[in-house]
């Protein structure tokens, strides 16, 4: 029996055992339930919690769910060697600010990974005498800015009931790398927050730049507009002021014709023969006047069939340039909404045509003309544009002739074909010439070196040609030699050569 005794006494000790195990095991995994909690009380809706609430939060943990009777976190002053409160919890006023033992912090360095004081070997560790706690477990937290110290256990003197247990070091220092993570989250995100105010900042000005931006270049797009619609008035008025000139040499021909025709005689040939009667037929058959009245009446026939002749010349031509000027007006009316008349024209024809509005003021000067009109195939163009341009030539070459003498004055015309669907007008003259530094200035806008002059034949003829889809050029071998400006046409004016834009320049 004593046997049977002993086997029972043996598996109540082992029974007795295994509960105690089976208590421990459970009061081991209560503890680390109670971390795991504080652990996620940490963890949620913290990753943007302020830095300051992180750290008040960690030491709640600590003393409320892991019941230490003291939690701190420090920021280490390694300059000074001094520990400064940042958070703290604990049943006593904690200091804030503590002297650190010297070497304190190079100790901790070399030991990150934590520490706790047995009950038994109890040595006074030098970081606990200077925050006057007896057990507790320490962690330094390594930042970019300041080190943070984490503290956690009880004060001096109450190491007999209270004790820090070996199975917490682990929880402990994994709960401190967490916070460590949160506060470098809570950093990237406040570095983040900045960087988002900054960004939507600086997006701010870059609306408002845009914005500026759009109203300046409105304002540049109305100042343009302007400027082109100046541009086309004074195109215009240019263009109608050429013609006018022709129209009023027309019509002072035709006062000029008007004041010598021989009405007068017709008027006393009348009062002769009135109130003759009867007697008209002896009038004529005895007056010694009678026989002289035929061949009188025959010369004043033809003097003023001669001059109904020369009005008639002149009306037409007078009808030509007001022809002229209507086109010049219509285009310019109709420039906003249609693209220019395009039709087909002989281009030596085209050059006659500009000559006879232009005649009277090269007659003036009686200035000798030469053609050169080499074959060429018509061209598809905008006639009443060529003819701006052509008159506009032949203006300049008139006052450029104007200065040399009388006998050397001449004008030469030409029509040649060029390659690529191309063909040259060019004008001649053998006046005053340009100098190389003038010719760079020639198409200038306002650039003029007459007293009367304004600037804008040349300028506008430019645009006109390249609105043609051609090009105007100018050549002159200096002073005295004279001048040619060649006009090149494309053979056929293409939609987007038949450009709208006054803004063109050369
Ligand atoms: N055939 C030419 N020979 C010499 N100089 C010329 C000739 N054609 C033009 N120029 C020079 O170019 C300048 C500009 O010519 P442009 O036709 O643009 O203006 P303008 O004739 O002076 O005045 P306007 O605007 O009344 O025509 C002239 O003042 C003149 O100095
Ligand atoms: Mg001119």
């Given at each position: 029996m004593p046997g049977s005794v002993d086997v029972l006494r043996r598996k109540a000790i082992l029974l007795l055992r295994r509960e105690r195990e089976v208590f421990e095991l459970r009061q081991e995994r209560r503890r680390t339930e109670v971390w795991l909690n504080a652990f996620q009380a940490l963890s949620s809706n913290l990753s943007r919690a302020g830095k300051g609430s992180l750290l008040e939060q960690w030491v709640t943990a600590m003393v409320d769910e892991l019941t230490f009777q003291v939690a701190a976190v420090h920021a280490c002053d390694a300059a000074t060697g001094k520990l400064l409160l940042r958070a703290g919890l604990a049943q006593r006023e904690l200091a804030a600010e503590v002297v650190a033992p010297p070497g304190l912090f190079e100790k901790l360095e070399e030991t990150p990974c934590g520490f706790f004081a047995r009950r038994s070997s109890h040595p006074n560790h030098p970081l606990g005498e200077a925050l006057g706690l007896g057990m507790f477990h320490w962690l330094l937290l390594a930042g970019p800015g300041t080190s943070l110290l984490l503290t956690a256990g009880f004060v001096s003197g109450t190491e007999e009931f209270r004790a820090v247990e070996a199975q917490d070091l682990p929880h402990f220092l994994q709960l401190g790398r967490h916070l460590g993570a949160l506060l470098d989250n809570a950093r990237l995100f406040a570095a983040l927050d900045r960087e988002k105010s900054e960004l939507s900042a600086s997006n701010r000005e870059l609306r408002e730049t845009q914005e500026k931006l759009v109203q300046s270049s409105q304002l540049l797009a109305e100042v343009s507009r302007r400027a082109g619609m100046a541009d086309v008035a004074t195109g215009v008025l240019h263009n109608v002021g050429n013609a006018l000139n022709s129209i009023n040499v027309s019509v002072e021909i035709l006062a000029e014709k008007l004041s010598s025709l021989e009405v007068s005689g017709v008027r006393r040939v009348g009062a002769l023969l009135a109130g003759r009667g009867q007697e008209l037929q002896r009038f004529l058959a005895e007056d010694e006047r009678g026989p002289k009245l035929g061949p009188y009446l025959e010369g004043l026939g033809g003097h003023l069939a001669t001059e109904r002749?020369?009005?008639?010349?002149?009306?037409?031509?007078?009808?030509?340039?007001?022809?002229?000027?209507?086109?010049?007006?219509?285009?310019?009316?109709?420039?906003?909404?249609?693209?220019?008349?395009?039709?087909?024209?002989?281009?030596?024809?085209?050059?006659?045509?500009?000559l006879t509005l232009s005649e009277h003021s090269l007659n003036q000067l009686a200035i000798q003309i030469e053609r050169d009109y080499a074959d060429v195939p018509r061209v598809v163009t905008d006639r009443h544009k060529v003819l701006q341009i052509l008159v506009n030539l032949l203006s300049n070459a008139r006052q450029a002739l104007s200065g040399t003498a009388s006998d050397r004055r001449k004008l030469r015309l030409g029509v040649e074909p060029l390659a690529e669907g191309r063909i040259a007008i060019a004008v001649r003259d053998s006046g005053v010439g340009i100098s190389a530094e003038n010719r760079e200035r020639l198409f200038?806008?306002?650039?003029?070196?007459?007293?009367?002059?304004?600037?804008?034949?040349?300028?506008?003829?430019?645009?006109?040609?390249?609105?043609?889809?051609?090009?105007?050029?100018?050549?002159?071998?200096g002073p005295g030699t004279g001048a040619t400006f060649v006009l090149e046409l494309p053979l056929e004016l293409s939609p987007s050569g038949a450009g709208r834009s006054s803004a063109a320049r050369t």
């Amino acid at each position: 029996m004593p046997g049977s005794v002993d086997v029972l006494r043996r598996k109540a000790i082992l029974l007795l055992r295994r509960e105690r195990e089976v208590f421990e095991l459970r009061q081991e995994r209560r503890r680390t339930e109670v971390w795991l909690n504080a652990f996620q009380a940490l963890s949620s809706n913290l990753s943007r919690a302020g830095k300051g609430s992180l750290l008040e939060q960690w030491v709640t943990a600590m003393v409320d769910e892991l019941t230490f009777q003291v939690a701190a976190v420090h920021a280490c002053d390694a300059a000074t060697g001094k520990l400064l409160l940042r958070a703290g919890l604990a049943q006593r006023e904690l200091a804030a600010e503590v002297v650190a033992p010297p070497g304190l912090f190079e100790k901790l360095e070399e030991t990150p990974c934590g520490f706790f004081a047995r009950r038994s070997s109890h040595p006074n560790h030098p970081l606990g005498e200077a925050l006057g706690l007896g057990m507790f477990h320490w962690l330094l937290l390594a930042g970019p800015g300041t080190s943070l110290l984490l503290t956690a256990g009880f004060v001096s003197g109450t190491e007999e009931f209270r004790a820090v247990e070996a199975q917490d070091l682990p929880h402990f220092l994994q709960l401190g790398r967490h916070l460590g993570a949160l506060l470098d989250n809570a950093r990237l995100f406040a570095a983040l927050d900045r960087e988002k105010s900054e960004l939507s900042a600086s997006n701010r000005e870059l609306r408002e730049t845009q914005e500026k931006l759009v109203q300046s270049s409105q304002l540049l797009a109305e100042v343009s507009r302007r400027a082109g619609m100046a541009d086309v008035a004074t195109g215009v008025l240019h263009n109608v002021g050429n013609a006018l000139n022709s129209i009023n040499v027309s019509v002072e021909i035709l006062a000029e014709k008007l004041s010598s025709l021989e009405v007068s005689g017709v008027r006393r040939v009348g009062a002769l023969l009135a109130g003759r009667g009867q007697e008209l037929q002896r009038f004529l058959a005895e007056d010694e006047r009678g026989p002289k009245l035929g061949p009188y009446l025959e010369g004043l026939g033809g003097h003023l069939a001669t001059e109904r002749d020369g009005m008639r010349n002149e009306v037409q031509s007078l009808r030509r340039h007001v022809e002229h000027m209507k086109a010049i007006v219509g285009k310019q009316q109709s420039h906003a909404t249609t693209f220019d008349v395009a039709q087909s024209c002989a281009v030596s024809e085209l050059v006659e045509d500009a000559l006879t509005l232009s005649e009277h003021s090269l007659n003036q000067l009686a200035i000798q003309i030469e053609r050169d009109y080499a074959d060429v195939p018509r061209v598809v163009t905008d006639r009443h544009k060529v003819l701006q341009i052509l008159v506009n030539l032949l203006s300049n070459a008139r006052q450029a002739l104007s200065g040399t003498a009388s006998d050397r004055r001449k004008l030469r015309l030409g029509v040649e074909p060029l390659a690529e669907g191309r063909i040259a007008i060019a004008v001649r003259d053998s006046g005053v010439g340009i100098s190389a530094e003038n010719r760079e200035r020639l198409f200038r806008f306002g650039y003029t070196t007459r007293p009367d002059g304004h600037g804008f034949g040349l300028h506008t003829s430019a645009i006109a040609a390249r609105e043609l889809g051609g090009r105007l050029t100018a050549h002159s071998d200096g002073p005295g030699t004279g001048a040619t400006f060649v006009l090149e046409l494309p053979l056929e004016l293409s939609p987007s050569g038949a450009g709208r834009s006054s803004a063109a320049r050369t």
